[in-house]
């Protein structure tokens, strides 16, 4: 009867996990294939800096998915629950960078940037019907000195409203991102994915284009759950 009350127990904590967090919304900045070039002894596609570094970087060598493990410069995410909307997570990594020299392709070194110094997520406001959150994006080349590497920033507002009769929950994503690179949102809820944008860089953009704030409007997408 014990281990039957055990086990009873674990499959209510596995049961109440799995209800924690049934939407899941992900948001990615990459430096897609199509800016990138072919250098020496390098499968992937690499990007210069235009600046006086020789050397090169490389790109995450893809273009738009949904797949919560495709290589970014950064990946940012954010659970919630309609079980208990008390509940948020925000989380996410930073990607890897190599550097290769340019001529020969030859490895020079490779550093992943700090997450927690690249991405902020936060609670706006909070009541019984809308809840406020905010993706802020702010990640530079970990193998380049700041003063030469300008951050990719991004800010994107999610809005969430529960219909008070219905139940039904809508999400409402405004924002903008810089010139350059790529971005991509993603919201998945029981299975079910809702792309929310997909922006390539602006055409001639380059890591150049990242001075500045972030300027480019995403949109306005608006997305209802039953």
């Not at 430096?31 to 995450?60: A, H, M, Q, R, Y």
């Amino acid at each position: 009867m014990k281990n039957l009350a055990s086990s009873l127990f674990y499959l209510f904590i596995l049961t109440s996990n799995a209800q924690a967090d049934d939407i899941n919304v992900w948001f990615k900045t990459f430096i897609p294939s199509s800016v990138g070039k072919e250098i020496p002894s390098v499968s992937e596609k690499v990007i210069s800096t235009d600046n006086f570094l020789i050397n090169c970087f490389s790109t995450d060598d893809r273009y738009f998915s949904a797949d919560r493990d495709a290589s970014a410069r950064l990946t940012a995410w954010l659970k919630l629950s309609t079980e208990d909307r008390s509940y948020y997570d925000f989380g996410g990594e930073s990607g890897v960078t190599k550097e290769y020299k340019c001529d020969t392709g030859e490895f020079v070194e490779s550093a992943r940037a700090s997450f927690s110094e690249g991405f902020t997520g936060t609670l706006e406001s909070s009541n019984d019907i809308e809840r406020a959150f905010k993706f802020k994006v702010n990640t530079a080349n970990p193998l380049i000195m700041s003063a030469v590497s300008p951050d990719i920033d991004a800010e994107i507002s999610l809005k969430e409203t529960r219909d008070a009769s219905t139940g039904a929950y809508t999400y409402e994503v405004s924002g903008k991102v810089d010139a350059f690179p790529a971005f991509e949102m993603y919201l998945e809820h029981n299975g079910i994915l809702h792309t929310i944008f997909q922006i390539n860089p602006e055409d001639g953009a380059t890591p150049a284009n990242l001075f500045g704030e972030a300027n480019r409007d995403v949109g306005s997408t608006t997305i209802t759950l039953p």
